[in-house]
């Protein structure tokens, strides 16, 4: 069975989060690892004050980046609470030869053994912090962790505060004879509490099979001067640059009340 053929039977539900079947999450992501891997590696040569030889991504998911940086020769290092993407990481790393770079950790409460010369989380996993004081807490982490110097790269969507916002995407990933068609919907946003709920789905397909995992997702929101107020209260980072997520360094973007996607640059002063 393929995407978009009629299913007369229906799919199978499968129980829990995308985040617990990571050879799905892998392939969901794994399509801009390229454009980011090389994005990064600009930033790391153009924005930083140091040479970038030591990565760390807090909440690493199933480390399709870390991966591909380890190729390139860096060393890295990630955490995330969720025990089947850390294995799936580190069992990547395994069959590599290389050490296991991923560890069971809490993004907004770790502390690293050596300092790093950057650090990255690109895919709105900050917007799972639910509170002020984790969103805090977690950029005090980071910019204990990095070197004076170092960059953070942090991507999210900013929630607009003029004129329509996005409402939702659709994307269509393929692996030979595995697809997954995923589909992320905003339901609902109380700007008030600070709350937007997502229904999503992501619809699996093999040869024989059709599966679904689906659920409602919840971000805490972020205008503008929400995500300026939270980087402001860390001195020791200092928000030098923005980007969106088409990865390209010859074009930042001026970040207004439109504004939605965004890469912001963190420095360590």
């Given at each position: ?14 129980d829990?989060?995308l ?5 799905y999450?892998?392939?969901?992501f ?5 454009a980011?891997?090389a994005?990064f ?5 153009q ?12 909440a690493?998911?199933t ?6 940086l380890s190729?390139?020769?860096?060393s890295?290092?990630?955490?995330d609470?969720?025990?089947h993407a850390?294995?799936?990481c580190?069992a990547r790393f395994?069959?590599?030869g290389?050490?296991?770079?991923a560890?069971l ?13 950057a650090?990255?989380?690109t ?6 912090l ?5 969103a ?13 110097g170092?960059?953070?790269l942090?991507?999210l969507?900013l ?5 329509p ?5 659709s994307?269509?990933?393929?692996r030979?004879?595995?697809?997954i ?5 905003s ?5 008030r ?7 999503m ?16 997702l ?16 860390v ?9 969106d ?5 010859s074009?930042?973007?001026?970040v207004?009340?439109?504004?939605e996607?965004?890469?912001?640059v963190?420095?360590?002063?």
């Amino acid at each position: 069975m393929t995407a978009g053929e009629p299913d007369l039977v229906g799919p199978e539900i499968l129980d829990g989060h995308l985040y617990d079947y990571p050879a799905y999450y892998d392939l969901v992501f794994g399509s801009d690892c390229a454009a980011e891997t090389a994005f990064f590696e600009d930033c790391f040569r153009q924005l930083a004050r140091r040479p970038v030889e030591r990565i760390f991504e807090p909440a690493c998911g199933t480390g399709r980046l870390l991966y591909r940086l380890s190729r390139r020769g860096y060393s890295v290092s990630g955490n995330d609470l969720n025990p089947h993407a850390v294995a799936y990481c580190n069992a990547r790393f395994e069959r590599a030869g290389w050490d296991p770079p991923a560890v069971l950790g809490d993004m907004a409460d770790f502390r690293l053994r050596r300092k790093v010369d950057a650090a990255f989380n690109t895919i709105n996993s900050f917007r799972h912090l639910d509170n002020e004081n984790a969103a805090r807490s977690h950029l005090g982490c980071v910019a204990a962790a990095l070197a004076r110097g170092g960059l953070y790269l942090l991507g999210l969507h900013l929630t607009p505060t003029r004129g329509p916002r996005d409402m939702g995407e659709s994307w269509t990933a393929r692996r030979g004879h595995l697809g997954i068609v995923s589909n992320l919907q905003s339901i609902s946003i109380d700007r008030r509490r600070r709350v937007e709920k997502f229904a999503m789905s992501f619809d699996v397909y093999t040869p024989t099979r059709h599966r679904r995992i689906e659920g409602i997702l919840e971000y805490r929101t972020y205008t503008l001067e929400q995500i300026r107020r939270s980087v402001e209260s860390v001195p020791s980072l200092e928000w030098i640059e923005t980007f969106d997520f088409a990865y390209d360094i010859s074009r930042p973007v001026v970040v207004g009340n439109l504004t939605e996607d965004v890469v912001l640059v963190l420095r360590k002063r």
